[in-house]
């Protein structure tokens, strides 16, 4: 917090936080008058979104489908498969999706080729990138993201499960009516921490995807804030940057909780 005054000064290393003069908003009037603005603020928030809408289900989904499994050595084979690519660091997951996407020695352009297709450059292409980076968050977070669900699946009474069985329910009637009901609460409570981060959607895979020729649509607020800040030495001007974000962070997380709050579920508070 002591910090945070740097975004309403002139900062200048030699004179220090006291010693710099104040601004006031002028640091976050820059940023709104900058051409590139509300260009970056729509690249994060379309971004963020979409990789919750794409992954948040996905991994209800997959939890869903394990607890459903009668094999226990399937289920925990499956299991390991889902869970292994979180643990791929970042740096070798971004050099997986070059290498597999070059124009000349990738797979998927090999395959493509198989077709009669040209080669195409996917990582110079603006409208891809969004595609590129959330679906390979899927294939790399929806097994770890299970985990959570599968724990509150758990937690449901078995005594529900046999009494649909004498009912004569369904498998699908039971997922819909039991498994997702059971652990509604926790998928509230994960969307609702979820939302509380849109604006702050990872800066290290975005800013390894990133080039000169896809810039247009991967230039995020974290990336714009580490080029403006650290490469640029602007650190004024960061730093509001960077508090207008964490300011529109705790207005969404709160909405999103009042809201949910609202229609009778739980909240975070």
């Known amino acids: 917090m002591f910090g945070l005054q740097i975004g309403f000064k002139q900062y200048r290393v030699s004179k220090g936080i006291w010693g710099s003069e104040w601004v006031g908003l002028k640091n976050f009037i820059r940023f709104f008058s900058s051409p590139s603005s509300m ?8 971004l963020s979104l979409y990789s919750i809408l794409i992954s948040f ?24 498969i889902t869970y292994m690519p979180y643990f791929i660091s970042t740096v070798v997951l971004v050099s997986m999706i070059i290498q597999f996407t070059d124009t000349r020695m990738g797979l998927v352009n090999h395959f493509i080729g198989l077709f009669g297709m040209k080669p195409v450059n996917f990582m110079a292409k603006p409208d891809l990138f969004r595609h590129i980076y959330v679906w390979t968050n899927v294939w790399q977070t929806t097994g770890y993201n299970a985990i959570i669900y599968l724990a509150a699946l758990t937690t449901i009474d078995p005594q529900l499960y046999e009494a649909a069985k004498v009912d004569g329910c369904s ?52 990336t714009y804030i580490y080029r403006i800040g650290l490469i640029n ?32 579920e739980t909240g975070l508070w």
């Open 57 to 80: 289900p996905f991994a209800i989904i997959l939890a869903v489908a394990l607890n459903e499994a009668a094999s226990k050595r399937y289920k925990k084979f499956t299991q390991m």
């Open 233 to 264: 030495s602007d650190f004024s001007f960061s730093t509001a940057v960077g508090f207008f974000n964490s300011i529109i962070n705790l207005v969404l997380l709160l909405t999103v909780n009042k809201l949910a709050r609202k229609t009778g």
């Open 171 to 222: 498998r699908v009637q039971k997922i819909l009516h039991i498994d997702l009901p059971g652990i509604q609460s926790t998928v509230i409570i994960l969307l609702i921490l979820n939302m509380g981060y849109v604006m702050s959607i990872g800066f290290e895979k975005a800013y390894l995807m990133q080039n000169g020729l896809n810039l247009q649509t991967s230039e995020i607020i974290s």
């Open 39 to 46: 260009q970056i603020i729509w690249n994060t928030i379309s």
